[in-house]
């Protein structure tokens, strides 16, 4: 059985989540939240990994999310660096840490995705773009893009629809296309599959080979027809990667073991690719473009 890598998580203790409860209080409540009964919290990061154990999953990613809120002009969810370090340092063989941005504090935020990166390992950024209500083109965004190139690691930005009272539009996967035009080195994740615009994710992915497909936040019994036909194509075998953004892992991937994948394509998916992309296998990083760079950062 392969050991999966989940792409997609969030910081996920009793405390945060109930802090994050009360701060969305008078958003709308995302409809994913409500048919699953809430997102998980656990107890302990023990209970959470006794539950990995269970489902067989290896490593799963914790981002330091970052959402505004387009109503009422907050942070809303601030995560904070050290919210994600007693994941990563207690248990750096279980999870990887992925650094925030904030856009409206450019100088501030490049500061600390440096030092998540450099001090603490992070392998990478993920961005939720739609409460700050600017395209993942914007201006405010290329410093970022500049700074992960600089350090050699990937953005992940949710793309497609958003489940908040945010404006969906600031997330089209077509936005990835410009921004592979002006950063053709940096490895890009569009996560949440880009629906309802899945052919504008595929389309960047089939022009670039920087650009990632991202199954996470939907289980897999759902994906379009398009995006389980990419799943089995010789182009996306390599470049699609698996997460759950908090739905229960072993019925996720109990529903990837029904798509009729072939095995090798099933373990590219699980494992594989998301290894490559953000080069967790050190070997891997010695074969990159910036080997000199990404092997002192290892």
Known sequence: ???????MYYVATR????AWDKA?????????EKAIGGLPRYESIEEMLGLMDRAGVEKVFITQA???SYQRKWMYMDTKLEDVLPYTERYP?????????????IKES??????AVLEHGFKGVY????GFDIPLN???MYPLYAKCVELDVPVSMQVGHVLEAMPSDCGRPLYLDRIACDFPELRMLGAHTGWPWVEELISACYKWENIWFGIDAWMPKYLTPQAVQFLKSRMGRDRCVWGTNGLPWDESLKQVGELGLKEDVERKLLRENVIELFRLDPLAAKTAPAAAAATGRQ
């Open 1 to 7: 059985m392969t050991k999966a890598i989940d792409c």
């Open 15 to 18: 405390e945060f989540m109930e």
């Open 24 to 32: 969305k209080q008078g958003e709308l409540e995302c409809r994913m």
């Open 66 to 68: 970052k959402m505004w």
């Open 93 to 105: 063989q279980r999870f990887v840490g992925l650094a925030g941005y904030d856009p409206f504090h």
């Open 110 to 115: 490049l500061a600390e995705v440096e030092r």
């Open 127 to 130: 961005v939720h773009i739609y």
């Open 138 to 140: 914007d201006r405010k």
